[in-house]
DNA sequence: AACCCTACCAACCGCAAATCT
DNA sequence: TAGATTTGCGGTTGGTAGGGT
């Protein structure tokens, strides 16, 4: 049913060249951001929507940090991980000029890591060591099983019916502090 | 110097939600 | 209201840089 997002002409696919990185950002900087399906077109690049999308929001954004990540930061991530599970847009939402995609690569390729050395379970937070058995429990709001009657907030930190196992995740880490709202990063010792 | 292995990160893919007609 | 289209998200992959042998 649904036509494939690149389905016309031939699309460039793979790294972004200087020039079009330079299109891109010059179109943008003068229509704004948004209708990523036509932006191809009309900035003269031969990409689809959805690659530019992705190559502005986690590239070419002005606003963007880049860089290691810090201590706090990574406390951070970790503490938002234990309630929102993989939402990464979620978590990178409150990491100012961090993008989803940079704060999930970081946390597959180091914190994850970290976590399990510290004799954590990266997927559910517990301490122990059956790792890799129970399904990461935020991998959307929705899930088939759970029609959304009750409607959320915007901000599921504030929404404490939004998380399944947000209780259990308390009683895993008793020494999280799982307020529902994030302050400044203060480091947890697991 | 050449090869292999590992870690990292940019980008793609498929799906679901949101929006439009 | 239903179907079509667009947008956004999360999982995964592929290229490559760097270190070790």
Redesign the pocket.
Known sequence: ??????EKKKT?????SKPEDEKLTQYIQKHG??????IPQAAGLH?????C???W???LRPDLK?G?FGEDEEDLIIKLHALLG?????I?GRLPGRT???V???W???LK?KLIQMGVDPNNHRIGHNFGHTK?F?????T?DQP?ENSHSDDPLLDSTSEPESNTSCSALPDLNLDLTIGLPISFGY
């Open positions: 049913m649904r036509k494939p997002c690149c460039n696919k793979g790294a972004w951001e948004g209708s990523w399906r036509s990409r689809c929507g959805k690659s999308r992705l190559r929001v986690n590239y880049r290691s993989n939402r990464w847009s979620l990178a989803d995609n940079e999930k690569n970081y597959n390729t180091h890591r990461s935020g991998s959307r709001i929705n088939n959304s």
